[in-house]
């Protein structure tokens, strides 16, 4: 089973504050993917990100695929109450190319 | 288009009870799977679709039966209920690299 493992489980800032997310393995993904999910209702997906190295923005989000294809981050710059959610990194590995496995996810606080 | 429906959203069985909970697509995606989200768990594949007539078991398949005789719906059936399996149930279709989540169905097994 390939483990995605995210830091940190949670956070707590201040609207306008810069955050960095986490998600780390030790397998190696043909693409990784994060989604926010919001209370009572299903993932959303945010980005894919398929080549190493490969650096994706969204508005305020940067999204970072790993050299090794092992990892990615999610930066959030300037971090808005609208950002407030659950945020989840998953992955499909080259092994189990038709399964999506999830990292255990990020739940992001923001007061303002 | 409606995307991805669920029914029901909130179920309540009794242990050794059945019941099938339904998932529909409108986007006429090959690609439809079946999560459970558990708390600190992330969300868990339980069973997957690239067709219909064609179902492989996810990474939790235990207990749980899948058919897809169309290409819109794939349900997902629970023959005998167990409190393990008290969950927040999620369908998703498109491909394994971008899926469309349904609202989810809360399922509670006493």
């Known amino acids: 089973t390939q483990l995605l493992e995210q830091s940190p489980q949670f956070l707590s800032i201040q609207e306008g504050e810069n955050l960095t997310v986490y998600c780390n393995s030790s397998?190696?993904?043909?693409?990784l993917q994060w989604y926010r999910q919001e209370p009572g209702e299903g993932p959303v997906l945010l980005v894919t990100?398929?080549?190493?190295?490969e650096v994706k923005k969204l508005k305020r989000l940067t999204f970072q695929f790993g050299d090794a294809r092992k990892d990615s981050s999610l930066h959030i710059t300037a971090a808005q109450t609208g950002d407030t959610g659950l945020y989840l990194c998953a992955g499909v590995s080259y092994t189990g190319f038709q399964k999506l496995v999830f990292g255990t996810g990020t739940r992001l606080l923001v007061s303002p | 288009n409606a995307g991805v429906t669920q029914t029901p959203k909130f179920q309540v069985l009794k242990t050794g009870q059945s019941m099938t909970l339904q998932c529909a697509q409108d986007?006429?995606?090959?690609?439809m799977s079946w999560y459970r989200q558990d708390p600190g768990m992330g969300l868990r594949l339980i069973h997957y679709s690239v067709g219909a007539g064609i179902t492989d078991q996810g990474e939790v398949p235990n207990g749980y039966n899948v058919s897809r005789s169309t290409t819109e719906d794939f349900p997902l059936r629970l023959l005998s209920a167990a409190p393990s399996q008290t969950s927040v149930y999620f369908c998703?279709?498109?491909?394994?690299?971008?899926?469309?989540f349904g609202p989810g169905t809360r399922l509670l097994v006493l």
């Open positions: 990100v398929v080549t190493g190295g």
């Open positions: 986007m006429n995606h090959e690609y």
């Open positions: 397998s190696v993904f043909s693409s």
């Open positions: 998703a279709s498109g491909s394994p690299e971008t899926q469309y």
